[in-house]
C-alpha cells in the first residue's frame, strides 16, 4: 500500500536555529513528490516538486531533497513568518492523478 | 490574478440539510479535486473531475456528491447522509500539461464546515 509519513509532528525552533523535516514514503513508483506550506485556515501553497533521486530544489530558506525512500525539507536560519504546517505529498506511478498527502509537520519558530 | 475561488469560507448544516460547497477556478485547468482536511490528519480525496461532465470517487465520497458541468465549477455537496460533516473541505486544481497527471495541485482558501 502506498504511504506518506512527515515527522516530526510538530517542532519548535527558535530564530535562526537551522533544522530539518522529513518525509517518508512507501510506493510502487514515484511520479513526483510536492511539499506544500500551509497557514492556519487557509490552503496549501506549492513550494517545490522533485521527480528523481539526488535532485535539490530551493527557494529562500527552503531547500528540498529527494532520496529513493524519503525527502528532506531543510530549513536555514528560520525566521517566525517560516512559521507553518509543511505537507508532503507523493504521486504515485499507481495512480493517474491521486496524490497522497502525509499529515504535516507544525513548525514554529520563536523570536 | 488567476486562482481558486472557494465559498462560502464558513458554512452550518443543521440535521438532515444537504449543503453545497463552491469551488471556481480561472487558472483554465482541466483536472479539479475536493479534499477534506481533520486536525492532525492528512488530506483524504473526496471526488475528483479530469474532464468536463466526467467525476470520479476518492477515498471517502460516501455522503457527498458532485457535479462538472463547467471546467471552471466543481461544487461539492455535503448530504444528510454524511453522518460526521465537520472539517475544512479544500478544492484544488491542475493543468496535466506536457506531463500527464504529474504537474502540482493548487489550493483555494478552503470551506470551514460545522454543525449547528
Known amino acids: 500500500e502506498d504511504q506518506v509519513t512527515q515527522s516530526p509532528e510538530a517542532l519548535r525552533l527558535q530564530e535562526g536555529e537551522s533544522s530539518s523535516l522529513n518525509c517518508s514514503y512507501t510506493?510502487?513508483?514515484?511520479?513526483?513528490l510536492f511539499w506544500y506550506r500551509q497557514d492556519p485556515g487557509k490552503g496549501p501553497e506549492f513550494l517545490f516538486t522533485?521527480?528523481?533521486a539526488g535532485e535539490e530544489k530551493e527557494k529562500e530558506r527552503l531547500k528540498a531533497t529527494l532520496t529513493k525512500k524519503e525527502s528532506f525539507l531543510h530549513i536555514t536560519a528560520p525566521k517566525p513568518e517560516d512559521s507553518a504546517t509543511y505537507l508532503c505529498?507523493?504521486?504515485?506511478?499507481?495512480?493517474?492523478?491521486?496524490?497522497?498527502f502525509g499529515s504535516g509537520t507544525r513548525l514554529s519558530i520563536r523570536p | 490574478d488567476g486562482g481558486i475561488t472557494q465559498s462560502p469560507k464558513y458554512l452550518f448544516r443543521k440535521e438532515g440539510q444537504n449543503v453545497t460547497l463552491s469551488c471556481e477556478q480561472n487558472?483554465?485547468?482541466?483536472?479539479m479535486y475536493w479534499y477534506r482536511q481533520d486536525p492532525g490528519q492528512g488530506l483524504r480525496l473526496i471526488y475528483y473531475s479530469q474532464i468536463v461532465n466526467d467525476f470520479q470517487k476518492g477515498d471517502i465520497a460516501e455522503g457527498y456528491s458532485v457535479s462538472r458541468e463547467k471546467k471552471e465549477s466543481f461544487p461539492l455537496t455535503v448530504t444528510s447522509a454524511q453522518k460526521n460533516p465537520t472539517a475544512f473541505y479544500l478544492c484544488?486544481?491542475?493543468?496535466?500539461?506536457?506531463?500527464?497527471?504529474?504537474?502540482?495541485?493548487?489550493f483555494g482558501d478552503g470551506t470551514r464546515l460545522s454543525i449547528l
Open positions: 510506493v510502487s513508483g514515484l511520479r513526483g
Open positions: 487558472l483554465n485547468h482541466d483536472a
Open positions: 484544488a486544481s491542475s493543468n496535466p500539461g506536457d506531463d500527464t497527471y504529474n504537474q502540482p495541485q493548487h
Open positions: 505529498a507523493v504521486h504515485p506511478y499507481s495512480s493517474a492523478s491521486k496524490i497522497i
Open positions: 522533485l521527480y528523481s
